[in-house]
């Protein structure tokens, strides 16, 4: 109980300190931008594909701005401080990372917020909304947690580059096209192939999540696709305590 408390209220800090330093409005800007420009000037009803489409790939970008900051104000020589505290490393990450959590979920929210009493979508009840959108957090949550695991404090530069050379080999079968593949020897076709396949295999709950976010049907097998997500953001969060427990404390300057 105590380590929960600790990482509550670590969590709370981060994001007082996020608020105080002012970085809080690049998010609020983005998000003012976002909702005149794509859902505020319609003359129409938005559709509710539109919509989850929309801000689904809207807070998926802010998000890694978000991480990203909010995971740079954790590697300072500050956190020595923080961790003698008897935080503990673990707690220390998952504050973190709780904080990306916490500004990622509140910029839908806002968002939501606005449209349901400026321009509301058609069609959408709030049992809807809510099937749209548990799938679009449980996404914010995996980017969150995979930017977490890639922040300089968990993984030496090697190991990041690795990381997201194997996130570049799943996608690039959108890269990569046939013309492209057949001009490759035929093993290292096949080889790229099988690795393609193989390291896509994780990203699949990230991908149905966000179709069925859009769809919001859950029928058949889509209805254990959050289940995968959660499974995948535990995976993620684990992998990064894991790693940042195991390394030296080398904070940047």
């Not at 996020?18 to 559709?47: D, H, K």
């Not at 709950?205 to 953001?233: E, K, M, N, W």
């Given at each position: 109980m105590q380590t929960l408390l600790r990482t509550f209220w670590f969590a709370v800090f981060t994001l007082s300190e996020y608020l105080r330093s002012g970085r809080i409005v690049i998010e609020l800007a983005a998000t003012a931008a976002a909702y005149y420009l794509f859902f505020r000037r319609w003359t129409l009803p938005m559709t509710p594909d539109y919509f989850f489409s929309t801000v689904g790939l809207f807070t998926l970008g802010l998000t890694v701005y978000t991480g990203s900051t909010i995971?740079?104000?954790?590697?300072?020589?500050?956190?020595?401080v923080t961790l003698a505290r008897r935080l503990g490393r673990g707690p220390y990450l998952i504050g973190l990372y709780l904080s990306v959590l916490v500004v990622s979920w509140g910029v839908y929210g806002i968002i939501c917020l606005l449209i349901a009493l400026t321009n509301p979508v058609s069609g959408l009840d709030i049992v809807g909304w809510m099937l749209g959108?548990?799938?679009?957090?449980?996404?914010?949550?995996?980017?969150?947690?995979?930017?977490?695991?890639?922040?300089?404090?968990?993984?030496?530069?090697?190991?990041?580059?690795?990381?997201?050379?194997?996130?570049?080999?799943?996608?690039?079968?959108?890269?990569?096209?046939?013309?492209?593949?057949?001009?490759?020897?035929?093993?290292?076709?096949?080889?790229?192939?099988?690795l393609r396949t193989v390291l896509s295999t994780p990203l699949l709950p990230a991908f149905t999540g966000f179709a069925i976010s859009v769809s919001r049907d859950y029928s058949g097998a889509s209805a254990v696709v959050p289940v995968a997500q959660l499974f995948l953001v535990i995976g993620l969060l684990s992998l990064a305590v894991y790693s940042f427990a195991q390394r030296e404390l080398l904070f940047s300057a």
């Amino acid at each position: 109980m105590q380590t929960l408390l600790r990482t509550f209220w670590f969590a709370v800090f981060t994001l007082s300190e996020y608020l105080r330093s002012g970085r809080i409005v690049i998010e609020l800007a983005a998000t003012a931008a976002a909702y005149y420009l794509f859902f505020r000037r319609w003359t129409l009803p938005m559709t509710p594909d539109y919509f989850f489409s929309t801000v689904g790939l809207f807070t998926l970008g802010l998000t890694v701005y978000t991480g990203s900051t909010i995971l740079a104000l954790g590697d300072r020589p500050q956190g020595y401080v923080t961790l003698a505290r008897r935080l503990g490393r673990g707690p220390y990450l998952i504050g973190l990372y709780l904080s990306v959590l916490v500004v990622s979920w509140g910029v839908y929210g806002i968002i939501c917020l606005l449209i349901a009493l400026t321009n509301p979508v058609s069609g959408l009840d709030i049992v809807g909304w809510m099937l749209g959108t548990l799938p679009l957090l449980l996404n914010l949550a995996m980017l969150a947690a995979l930017l977490t695991l890639l922040t300089p404090i968990v993984l030496p530069a090697p190991w990041r580059l690795a990381v997201l050379a194997l996130v570049a080999l799943a996608f690039s079968g959108n890269l990569i096209g046939g013309s492209t593949m057949s001009s490759l020897p035929e093993p290292v076709a096949l080889a790229l192939d099988v690795l393609r396949t193989v390291l896509s295999t994780p990203l699949l709950p990230a991908f149905t999540g966000f179709a069925i976010s859009v769809s919001r049907d859950y029928s058949g097998a889509s209805a254990v696709v959050p289940v995968a997500q959660l499974f995948l953001v535990i995976g993620l969060l684990s992998l990064a305590v894991y790693s940042f427990a195991q390394r030296e404390l080398l904070f940047s300057a």
